[in-house]
């Protein structure tokens, strides 16, 4: 946990506190879970496909196949500049890649 050890505003995700996770995307190939513990209560995850979703996206609102790979600012806890313009939905390396997490919008 590292809120013993740094100001919370540098700290850039729950993930290294132990704070509740709230709904948000990870991206990558392959993702791992490592859980210490049973949770008292929640701990529940969901896991899709970022082809299947971005497929659906695109059969039936490529409205926000559109939205989606505009600019959006996020923000970058302390840093200068204060917040990042970058795509919810993007291809990079021949992987369509979406990386969502409510807290990281100014």
């Known amino acids: 946990d ?3 050890t740094a100001p919370a505003k540098t700290i ?3 993930a290294y506190t132990t704070d509740k996770q709230v709904f948000h ?4 190939d392959i993702i791992a879970l490592f ?3 049973t949770a008292a209560d929640g701990g529940v995850s969901r ?3 970022t082809w299947k979703a971005y497929n ?3 059969a039936t609102r490529p409205d926000l196949v559109k939205t989606l790979s505009e600019p959006w600012p996020l923000d ?3 840093a200068d500049p204060a917040y990042a313009l970058r795509p919810l939905l993007y291809y990079h390396d021949s992987k369509v890649i979406i990386q969502y997490a409510r807290r990281l919008f100014t």
């Open 2 to 4: 590292l809120t013993l």
């Open 12 to 14: 850039g995700a729950p």
């Open 25 to 28: 995307t990870d991206a990558g």
């Open 35 to 37: 859980a210490l513990e």
């Open 47 to 49: 896991i899709s496909s």
């Open 56 to 58: 659906e996206l695109a």
């Open 76 to 78: 970058r806890f302390g």
